[in-house]
């Protein structure tokens, strides 16, 4: 089955200054990517997904690319601030199938 | 807005003891998901259900079950509870409307701790 793998676990950076999350995953069929953003006491809240015939989308200060040859995607956030502290989940799935998700990324935004 | 909710935001129970934790949608969605999410392992799948009285098992269904006899409302059930089922259990819904999938919505969360 698929796995994901997210890398780094922490990451702290200092507001405004970019932030980039990294998953890589196994199987080469999957074909959706969603990102998820979990604020303390709440439930994950997609942020951003790119599905597999595009390599790069973008929704203001968030951004995704996506190499399918290397099976690996991005998550960028620009100009960060501290209302971007959070965990970060990303997740593959093929078709109408399971998500698969990467074990998270604790971002830490300090001013 | 898509909304699902959870019955619990926290329930504290023994061991043996029978849990239910409800999640509810209202977006008329077809598939719901049970995870349960434990630091460092990121969300790990228990059970889902493409639809009314269907569910399949997920990566991690021992010693769990659920059930699903309304569209709007899946349940999870812990039969026996142990310890090592304290975790945090997210519900998330899922529409049919997507291509190639439509995104999950997920609930607040039920944190489960277990004595």
């Known amino acids: 089955g698929e796995n994901v793998e997210q890398h780094p676990s922490t990451l702290s950076v200092q507001e405004g200054d970019s932030a980039v999350i990294k998953c890589t995953y196994s199987?080469?069929?999957?074909?959706?990517f969603p990102w998820y953003k979990q604020e303390l006491g709440k439930g994950p809240q997609l942020i951003i997904d790119i599905r597999s015939n595009v390599g790069e989308k973008k929704d203001q200060r968030i951004a995704v690319t996506l190499n399918k040859t290397a099976k690996h995607f991005s998550l960028h956030i620009t100009e960060t601030q501290p209302e971007d502290s959070a965990v970060y989940f990303c997740a593959a799935s093929r078709g109408w199938g399971k998500l698969q998700f990467g074990a998270g990324t604790q971002v830490v935004v300090t001013p | 807005d898509v909304k699902v909710t959870q019955s619990s935001r926290y329930l504290v129970k023994r061991t043996g003891e029978k849990v239910f934790l409800e999640c509810v949608q209202d977006m008329d969605h077809e598939n719901m998901f049970w995870y349960r999410q434990d630091p460092g392992l990121g969300l790990r799948l228990i059970y889902f259900?493409?639809?009314?009285?269907?569910?399949e098992k997920g990566d991690i269904p021992e010693g769990y079950s659920v059930s699903r006899e309304k569209k709007e409302r899946f349940s999870l059930i812990l039969e026996s509870a142990s310890t090592n089922q304290t975790s945090m259990y997210l519900c998330?819904?899922?529409?049919?409307?997507?291509?190639?999938?439509?995104?999950?919505?997920f609930g607040p969360g039920t944190r489960l701790t277990v004595l």
């Open positions: 199987d080469s069929a999957s074909n959706y």
């Open positions: 259900s493409y639809d009314v009285k269907m569910k």
């Open positions: 998330a819904s899922r529409g049919l409307a997507g291509d190639p999938a439509d995104t999950q919505y």
